[in-house]
């Protein structure tokens, strides 16, 4: 339920006239003070914050101010003492209470300011069936604007006050709105350049909407949703409160000072978090907005996330932009900090008199929000419309959408690691595809286990090899093309060119540019002759041979066991593509691993130095090069399991703790203990690899088998 859902009172639902609008706007303003006594509303919680009764008045003394006195011949003010009480900021209209002393006000009485209004409302009724001015008729929309604006103060200012009380008193007490889980933040990207800013001339607006104007900005990324308190829960759980690193010097000092370690109005109960709301105290819901956070706050979860708040006019250009999916949540949510100071538009000019003092005096130490939030009344809001508070305040309804530059615009359009990482992380479980293992890092970490006493495949598929080179070399024709599936460290590479000097070419197919290099330089000074024809690819998908390798006869080479990657379906159309690509009456070089005992598989894929485990999160390091990712890696942990069922060893990535990590425009959500599967070695036993071999076209030429550890090496023919 919010203040809008409540029955009005005296409501009038037809809105015609301009006079119809006055008495809904002051209606809903009594509407809105009926909940209250007499008590709630004389008093004053802080400097910032007003009476409840104070509001009322106050916007009754601006309509008898600045319309009635000088439009109405003949009124008379209801009570000269008013002006002083009820002024609020008008130095051309004389001197005023000071405001952190208004709830000192304890007359008049609420009633009494009831009676002013309706003395006021009387007055305003007679002036408006009379013949308007457009000065009238603007001041009138000014004044209505204005009061719309109190009506939302009266709800921030009261929910200040309630939450000091010992008896957490609910303004409405009713069930609060339920929000559904929004998902995982995404981006829109926004092209920027040159765009419109600022009100049009006709129209009401503030004056600090105006002038319109031209600003460039930049392309850009604005987040589809809001911060919710889930993705709040995660920045304190990771610190965010207690790491300077992400603070502004101000909101440091000012946060350590007050004691922050939660939104405004949060507070640690037994079993998780409540925060005061205008229907009482009640349990953080975790999918709604973050609301009650200062400009410091909503920075340093920025700096978190590693994003930043948006600029006034990236969020007006992308409210105003058409054509597409708009982020949601623009509106009747929560104000939206951004990262503008709050200032003058190019052009402004304040006007003359006292209502010139309207917005221009404040243009100074405050920064800018934008759009509006569950207080704000009904329409009052607009594309345009400039809010604007100190950057420490905390009691307004104020919470946070990110922003980024557009920066990975490059890299994202049209990519397929991205869109099988997004793939990957968007599917339940989670995984990623284990040939992203393998950027330079990767790739130097996994010769690193490859010399790891634990990790015996490469050992045994060497000295299994070496002993069986004769016998291959002789297979290879002359001038052949030696095409490697993956690029490795080469030493398996060197074993069959030393024992087959007559192949040609080597052409090895790999999806990692510095891995090619460094193979390619590897063996150029060893094997000058030997003509070097790498291929930039996915071996699982390559289309052609590399261009030296055409025309020559063909022997696939498939070290590592690395076709224990794949599932026995993907297994399967590994080896049917690779048939297609060396072509009919090629050979087909493949080592295997073999099942075996789990107390020497997993060390294999778990050793004691932690270098698999480092291989394994530099998958996370590789996406945040790649595609701009924010996973921190050692917010998880490295898993090897043995599945018995399934003949494979898998390795996972365990989240820590509850966090949103983002991947480019995506947003994915892990809760602590969930895993993202990173890989699995399948240990196929001779007769199952064999018949995957023969159901993707193959014929077993022949085969080798090591004992202790188990190892085989095939040959397959075309």
């Known amino acids: ?59 009754t003394w601006f309509f008898e101010t600045f319309l009635l006195t000088p439009f109405m011949p003949g009124y008379q003010v209801y009570d000269p003492a008013f002006g002083y009480l009820f002024n609020s900021y008008y130095e051309a209209v004389g001197p005023r209470q000071p405001r952190p002393q208004r709830g000192l006000l304890t007359r008049p009485t609420a009633a009494e300011v009831g009676a002013y209004r309706a003395h006021v409302d009387a007055a305003m009724a007679r002036l408006l069936a009379g013949r308007s001015t457009p000065e009238i008729s603007e001041r009138l929309e000014l004044g209505l604007a204005h009061e719309e604006q109190h009506q939302e103060l009266i709800l921030m200012d009261i929910l200040h006050l309630f939450a000091q009380s010992p008896l957490n008193p609910a303004y409405l007490p009713a069930t609060p709105k339920s929000h559904v889980d929004p998902g995982p933040q995404t981006f829109h990207r926004f092209p920027g350049g040159l765009v419109e800013i ?10 600090n909407e105006r002038p ?8 850009f990324r604005l987040a589809d949703r809001l911060v919710t308190n889930s993705d709040w829960l995660a920045f304190m759980a990771a610190g965010g409160y207690s790491r300077v690193e992400f603070w502004l010097s101000d909101g440091w000092a000012l946060a350590r000072a007050e004691g922050w370690e939660a939104p405004g109005y949060w507070r640690r109960e037994q079993d998780g978090w409540s925060t005061m709301t205008l229907q009482g105290r009640r349990p953080v819901d975790p999918h709604a907005p973050v609301v009650h956070v200062s400009y410091y706050e909503a920075a340093a979860f920025a700096a978190w996330s590693g994003r930043r708040l948006p600029t006034e006019f990236e969020w007006e250009a992308a409210a105003s932009a058409g054509g597409g999916p708009a982020p949601r949540q623009l509106f009747g949510e929560v104000w939206q900090w951004t990262s503008s100071a709050y200032a003058p538009y190019p052009g ?17 130490n405050q920064m800018t929000l934008r759009g509006g939030c569950s ?59 284990a040939k992203y293992f393998y950027d330079a890092e990767g790739s130097r970490l996994f010769e690193a286990i490859c010399e790891l006493p634990e990790y015996y495949l490469t050992r045994t598929e060497t000295a299994l090899l070496s002993q069986i080179a004769p016998h291959l070399a002789a297979l290879i024709p002359d001038g052949a093309a030696l095409v490697e599936f993956g ?11 030393d024992a087959a000097p007559q192949v040609a070419v080597y052409a090895p197919i790999d999806i990692s540019p510095s891995a090619l290099d460094a193979a390619a330089e590897s ?19 390559a289309m052609d041979l590399p261009e030296g390798a055409k025309g020559r006869a063909p022997v696939g080479f498939f070290p590592g066991s690395t076709i224990g990657n794949f599932p026995p379906d993907e297994a399967e159309a590994l080896l049917r593509h690779a048939r297609t690509l060396l072509g009919e009456g090629a050979m087909f070089i493949v080592g295997a691993d073999v099942a075996k005992s789990p107390d020497v598989l997993v060390p294999a894929y778990d050793d004691a130095q932690g270098v698999t485990a480092a291989f394994n999160r530099n998958i996370l390091s590789h996406i945040n090069r790649a595609l701009g990712g924010n996973f921190d890696p050692q917010a998880f942990e490295h898993r090897a399991i043995w599945n018995a069922e399934a003949s494979r060893i898998e390795m996972h990535l365990e989240s820590q703790g509850d966090q949103i990590v983002m991947v480019g425009d995506h947003g994915f959500r892990f809760a602590a203990g969930e895993t993202i599967h990173t890989e699995n070695s399948y240990k196929y036993r001779p007769e199952v690899f064999e018949a995957i071999a023969a159901r993707a076209g193959w014929t077993i030429a022949e085969r080798w088998i090591n004992e202790d550890p188990t190892f085989a090496i095939y040959i397959l023919a075309a």
Request: net charge positive.
């Open 523 to 541: 063996l150029r000074s060893a094997y000058p002759e030997l003509v070097i024809a790498p291929l930039v690819d996915d071996f699982t998908r």
């Open 348 to 364: 402004f000019r304040p006007g003359s008199g006292a209502l010139g003092e309207y917005n221009g005096k404040f243009m100074v």
């Open 1 to 59: 339920m919010t203040p809008d859902d409540m029955p009005m009172v005296g409501f009038a639902p037809a809105v015609e006239t301009l006079a119809d609008r006055y008495f809904t706007v002051r209606r809903r303003t009594e509407s809105l003070a009926a909940p209250l006594s007499p008590e709630d509303q004389s008093a004053q919680s802080m400097p910032d914050a007003s009476p409840t009764k104070w509001h009322r008045a106050h916007t």
């Open 212 to 219: 319109r104007h031209k600003a460039y900005v930049a392309p």
């Open 375 to 433: 207080a704000t009344p009904p329409s009052h809001s607009r594309i345009t419309y400039r809010n604007f508070f100190h950057p420490g305040s905390r009691w307004m309804f104020a919470g946070v959408r990110l922003a980024d530059d557009d920066r990975l615009s490059a890299v994202t359009r049209d990519n397929r690691f991205l869109d099988e990482v997004v793939a990957g992380l968007s599917a339940e479980p989670k995984s990623l595809p």
């Open 487 to 497: 690029s490795g460290a080469s030493t398996k590479t060197r074993i069959l060119l």
């Open 198 to 207: 600022g009100a049009r001339d006709t129209g009401f607006a503030f004056d």
